[in-house]
């Protein structure tokens, strides 16, 4: 089955043979992936991301070839797509400087019907306080708690050493724990 | 500090975050945005192209247009000069009657 087959095999056969085919499963494989990563960066527009995402698989269609493997194809493709993902955040920060700031309203999440006030109310300040941090800490507390990737990936994803990811997710995780207070939530266990 | 990290915290930032993604990138949408940036890039460089040799034939014209002007010139100033002492002297019938009178006279 190729939902099977390791990356390195598809990526071989993409760029010797050119097969499409498993060119469009290894896509599929790591699409989610590299749209969590740029809505973690902070990229709402749905627009800017699918168009960065286009030019992001077509230019890694014609280089993939270049990844040797020394560390896991999702760490390779993450690296490449927060290096697109600051560039675009970057011109749109400009953008915004010379415009009003109607763009960075903040998107709130819809509390379903049945959904306990507060699970609602701290979902919301949880999405605020997350909005809040650096967009670095925010990608690193997502390779580490959402993602579950180890600490050596997450470094090799940030491209800093192992100790400052340990270091700095310790603090993120303090940072957002003051942010929630500053948010109005008291507790830490759900009522 | 991570043992006071609530669980229900990163759930709850998962879901959030799992939300927001509704789409999935189209391949063939991939190929076709980027025949289409291909094509516009070769229409530029054609339109590059173009007006660079639109720049150079205009220099070209000019050079050999000034360079015309100045033959123009002298033989204006001749023929100016020839219609002047001409039409002065004789006259354009004047000199037809004058040249085929002394042709006459030769023979």
Do not use: C
Not at chain 1, 76 to 81: F, G, P
């Amino acid at each position: 089955m190729v939902h099977d087959v390791p990356d390195h095999l598809l990526v071989e056969q993409w760029s010797k043979h050119a097969d499409e085919r498993a060119w469009r499963f290894l896509m599929n494989r790591y699409d989610r992936l590299m749209r969590k990563i740029l809505v973690t960066l902070g990229i709402k527009n749905g627009e800017d991301v699918e168009d960065l995402l286009q030019d992001f698989w077509w230019e890694q269609s014609l280089t993939i070839h270049r990844w040797k493997g020394n560390s896991s194809l999702a760490t390779y493709l993450a690296v490449a797509i927060k290096r697109r993902g600051i560039d675009l955040l970057r011109r749109q920060i400009k953008k915004r400087r010379t415009h009003s700031d109607h763009d960075l309203e903040e998107i709130t999440i819809p509390a379903s019907q049945n959904e306990d006030f507060n699970l609602a109310f701290l979902r919301q300040a949880l999405k605020k306080s997350f909005d809040r941090l650096d967009p670095e800490d925010r990608l690193l507390f997502f390779y580490r708690e959402l993602e579950g990737w180890s600490t050596a990936e997450t470094a090799k994803a940030l491209g800093v050493p192992e100790g400052t990811v340990k270091s700095r997710l310790s603090r993120i995780k303090q940072k957002l724990q003051a942010m929630m207070k500053e948010e109005g939530w008291n507790g830490t266990e759900l009522a | 500090m991570e043992q006071n990290w609530p669980k229900e915290w990163t759930q709850i930032l998962d879901q959030s975050l799992e939300s927001q993604i509704t789409q999935q990138t189209d391949w063939e949408k991939v190929k076709s945005r980027a025949r289409e940036k291909k094509r516009l890039l070769i229409l530029r460089s054609w339109l590059g192209g173009l007006a660079v040799a639109a720049v150079v034939t205009w220099g070209l014209v000019g050079f050999l247009l000034s360079q015309n002007d100045d033959n123009e010139m002298a033989f204006t100033t001749t023929s100016e000069y020839y219609t002047e002492s001409t039409t002065s002297t004789y006259g354009d019938l004047d000199e037809i009657f004058y040249l085929t009178a002394s042709l006459i006279a030769e023979e």
